[in-house]
């Protein structure tokens, strides 16, 4: 119903800021809760943060919160994570999603559609 493309990912330094980019295809964007989720190496996809329909309300997982900050553009099809402060323990690959049935994506379960990923890489 939804392909979701993420774009964004990079190998960056410590400290340094990045945007993440998700964009929709459908003509009602609107509809959809969207999130964020990543996957460390040797590690299980964990929630980062999620956004509702509107754009009114956001949630964060604690591991991120003061640093990353998820919006959405509903007029581009477009849902956003900025990235500030990169840590070591960010690297991970980076995965959109979204769901008409759940508003609110904090957890695997909710999802309904996934993006094919981003790498996010941080250096020390």
């Known amino acids: 119903q939804v392909q979701l493309v993420e774009s964004g990912g990079g190998l960056v330094q410590a400290g340094d800021s990045l945007r993440l980019s998700c964009a929709a295809s459908?003509?009602?964007?609107?509809?959809?809760?969207m999130g964020w989720y990543r996957q460390g190496p040797g590690k299980e996809r964990e929630f980062v943060a999620a956004i509702n329909r509107s754009g009114g309300s956001t949630y964060y997982a604690d591991s991120v919160k003061g640093r990353f900050t998820i919006f959405r553009d509903n007029a581009k099809n477009t849902v956003y994570l900025q990235i500030d402060s990169l840590k070591p323990e960010d690297t991970a690959v980076y995965y959109c999603a979204a769901s008409t049935q759940y508003g609110l994506l904090d957890v695997t379960g909710h999802v309904e559609y996934w993006g094919q990923g981003t790498q996010v890489t941080v250096s020390s």
């Open positions: 459908g003509r009602t964007f609107s509809s959809y809760a």
